[in-house]
Structures are given as C-alpha cells and as structure tokens.
C-alpha cells in the first residue's frame, strides 16, 4: 500500500531536517522509528527526493568523507513554516496508515506463530514417542539437559530483548501499537510453547 501521497515525502523530508542537520541513512532510519518498523523507505526512494530539494534549494548539502549531510536552508525553513496545516494533516494520515500496517503485521505473525506451533506440535509429539522408549534415569538426566538449554535460550532471549526496549525508549519510539504488536507475538509463543511443553 503506499505510504506517502503525492508530495508528502517531500514535505515530510523538510520536517525531519528540522531538527537539525542528517545523513541520508538517519532520514531513513528516523521514517522507520516513526511507523514503528513497520515500514522502512528505501535509499532509491529516499536520495532522489533529497536531490530534487537541494536542486530546489531548499537542503544543502556537505560531504564528510563518504557520508553527504543535508541540512534545511532558509528557504526550506520557510517552505516548511508556511506548510504547518499541510504538515499536521499528513501527521494524521500517517497515523491511520501505521495502524493499517500494525494490522497487517499483526495477522503475518499470527500465521507465521500458527505455524511454529504446528512445527512444535509435531516436535513435542516426537518427543513424547521417544520418551516411551527410553524411560528411567538416563531419559531423566537428558530431560534435565535439555530444560538448562532452553533455560539458557529464554535467559538469552530475555537479556536481548530488554537491550533492544530500552533502546527504542532511548529513542522515544515505544507506542501503544508496539505494545498491542509485542503483547501478540508473545500470547502466540506462549501458546506454543505450553502445547509443545504439553501443558497448554
């Protein structure tokens, strides 16, 4: 679906050099943090428009070393003054689109975790055939191996995960869909687990 009517990167663009001058890599990555990962311009959409602006002069640019950094003339800044209204109503349409697209990430991974715990099903099925076959001290000492692993795996996950949070608060981009969006993923690796566990 497209993200940015006719016109509106540009105005956005110009909204984002505000703040102060940026490589064409943090206008990208800033556009990312602002629809919450769930889309992430890419350079050949992004550096063109850039062109234009500065052809437009509107941006300047300056080179250090392999990176251009683009900052807003006075002209940008007053392009960007005078389009306030024009800038807040994209403001809006921006918002309904990210919860369209938080939407459509949402059921991608409801399929996707549907079909991890069909995969875990069949695992833990496994499993249990096997368990028939080999009871007694020795399954019960590779049982215990096998809970540290996975103990290990959700100590690794947990750490990692908490690092990236508090990264993304760092950068003020934590919002409710990405809590609807996180509280989803783990409802579903929840489930998965416990049925694979055979205690859902």
Same mark, same amino acid.
Request: proline share 3%.
């Given at each position: 679906?497209?993200?940015? #009517? ?6 956005? *663009?110009?909204? !984002? ?11 990208? +990555?800033? *556009? ?17 428009? !850039? $062109?234009? !602006? ?14 251009? +950094?683009?900052?807003?003339? $006075? ?13 807040? #109503?994209?403001?809006?349409?921006? #918002? ?30 496994? #499993?249990? $055939? ?23 795996? *959700? ?12 990264? $993304? ?8 869909? +990405? ?11 929840? +489930? ?9």
């Amino acid at each position: 679906m497209p993200v940015f #009517a006719h016109g509106q990167l540009r105005l956005y *663009l110009l909204a !984002l050099l505000d703040s102060g001058p940026k490589h064409g890599y943090e206008l990208i +990555t800033a *556009l990312s943090d602002r629809f919450g990962g769930t889309y992430r311009p890419s350079p050949g959409t992004i550096y063109p428009r !850039l $062109a234009r !602006l500065e052809e437009e002069g509107l941006v300047t640019r300056s080179d250090e070393g392999r990176k251009g +950094t683009y900052a807003l003339t $006075a002209a940008g800044r007053a392009e960007l003054a005078a389009r306030q209204g024009d800038l807040a #109503a994209i403001e809006e349409d921006l #918002a309904e689109t990210v919860r369209t697209l938080a939407d459509q990430v949402r059921d991608e991974v409801r399929g996707a975790m549907a079909g991890l715990r069909a995969d875990l099903a069949a695992a833990a099925q496994e #499993a249990r $055939a096997s368990a028939r076959s080999a009871t007694g001290p020795d399954a019960r000492a590779t049982s215990r191996a096998h809970r540290a692993e996975i103990e290990a795996m *959700l100590h690794e996950f947990r750490d990692e995960m908490r690092a990236e949070i508090r990264r $993304a608060d760092a950068r003020g981009t934590i919002g409710r869909l +990405t809590v609807d969006t996180v509280r989803t993923v783990l409802d579903s690796a929840r +489930t998965a687990i416990r049925g694979t566990l055979g205690s859902g």
